[in-house]
């Protein structure tokens, strides 16, 4: 990188919404910022538009043409931009964004929850790639009582047609009532309908299936249907997750 390629490093920082460019100077002083996994601290620093900048640890993206969203997904909506079969599809929601984007991953139709879609190709392929493996939480309402041994069937694994499965995390909220309970699931696998699978496999099948979380996004009080920009936060955890995969 040669003194005269590209743009101040401050400049792009605030265009990015990182903060001012006098906070951002300080920040470089600081030592706060890395390019390229290298720790930068001269203020006449100029990058290239493809630099890797984090602040903090955190990434940063520089192309601010980029966009990241959050869906709460209703059931009854399949994870696709045109369905042959003439099914409710995401384009009822992402027409409204402006610009083609394209959701990370897919949920069930009758799975409703929280999906990311974004117009960036190189994040998309990252993060919805089986071999990465992006931790996500589910909330059932499955039938049955489902006790502690159940619980501890999911955690420590089994058998099903395609392979073993385990949960990374578990457990039962709250009591079962009326026929039901609720179970919370986190795990890294992305094989097809899974969470109803294991939930099959243990005796207590899926009435209802929510995605809570996808890394690091989580619904919060999102209401189904609405879309939302990712917060600043949230976009530099998204994509300093998708910059860890090797």
Do not use: C, W
Not at 37 to 63: K, S, Y
Not at 141 to 155: E, F, P, S, Y
């Amino acid at each position: 990188m040669t003194a005269i390629e590209g743009e101040r490093l401050q400049k792009v920082l605030a265009a990015a919404g990182v903060a001012s460019r006098r906070v951002v100077e300080d920040m470089i002083v600081a030592g706060r910022i890395e390019v390229d996994g290298r720790v930068v601290t001269e203020l006449g620093t100029r990058i290239r538009p493809d630099a890797r900048v984090t602040v903090d640890g955190t990434a940063v993206q520089l192309d601010t043409t980029k966009r990241y969203l959050m869906l709460n997904k209703p059931t009854g909506v399949v994870s696709t931009m045109s369905d042959e079969r003439g099914r409710r599809d995401l384009r009822e929601f992402t027409d409204r964004v402006g610009e083609r984007v394209y959701n990370v991953g897919r949920l069930d139709s009758d799975t409703s929850g929280l999906l990311l879609l974004t117009n960036d190709g190189e994040l998309a392929h990252v993060l919805a790639h089986p071999s990465f493996g992006v931790e996500k939480t589910y909330v059932a309402k499955v039938r049955g009582a489902v006790d502690q041994r159940t619980i501890r069937r999911l955690l420590d694994g089994f058998e099903l047609e395609d392979g073993e499965i385990h949960a990374d995390a578990a457990r039962l909220v709250g009591r079962p009532s009326q026929g039901h309970s609720i179970v919370e699931l986190t795990l890294h696998s992305g094989r097809n309908r899974i969470v109803r699978r294991m939930l099959d496999h243990v005796g207590h099948p899926v009435v209802e299936l929510v995605r809570r979380s996808f890394g690091p996004l989580h619904l919060g009080t999102l209401r189904s249907g609405a879309v939302r920009e990712l917060t600043s936060m949230e976009r530099g955890a998204i994509l300093t997750l998708s910059r860890s995969a090797p």
